[in-house]
């Protein structure tokens, strides 16, 4: 059966299959009784990227453009790296980096399969050189 981002919302309730944790386990085993008896891993509650799409699809079916935009940057993160993520995160807080640092995190992230997060870097360095936000370094 096809996923439709109207009549399958809210997909917890309505689509429980098609969420799964980043190991595979179906939602109906997310639960507090699971976490109490050392069934899951910190890991499973993580969202997936493929739930985050399904999330980005069912916003855009609801007019709200910003909010799948956001999803669909959120899914293109599961494929980065904690600590690298913490380090963006850091490098774009105002002040902190120059703008060629902020290119080199924009190519990280696009070698690791976020373009759009990547845009977004970009888009940053431009405003935080215009606004003399970024580093001289």
């Known amino acids: 059966m096809g996923f439709d981002p109207v009549t399958d919302y809210p997909l917890g309730t309505r689509r429980p299959e098609l969420v799964t944790t ?3 386990l179906p939602l109906d085993d997310v639960t507090l009784a699971a976490a109490r008896d050392g069934q899951l891993a910190a890991t499973d509650t993580r969202a997936t990227a493929a739930t985050l799409g399904l999330q980005a699809e069912v916003a855009r079916a609801a007019g709200r453009a910003q909010l799948a935009d956001g999803l669909e940057r959120a899914s293109e993160l599961t494929r980065v790296p904690d600590d690298e993520l913490l380090a963006v995160y850091t490098a774009l807080r105002p002040g902190r980096s120059s703008a060629h640092e ?36």
């Open 22 to 24: 980043p190991s595979g």
């Open 102 to 137: 902020l290119e080199s995190w924009a190519a990280r992230l696009e070698e690791l399969g976020a373009p759009r997060n990547a845009a977004f870097v970009r888009e940053a360095a431009t405003a935080y050189t215009v606004r003399g936000l970024a580093t001289d370094g």
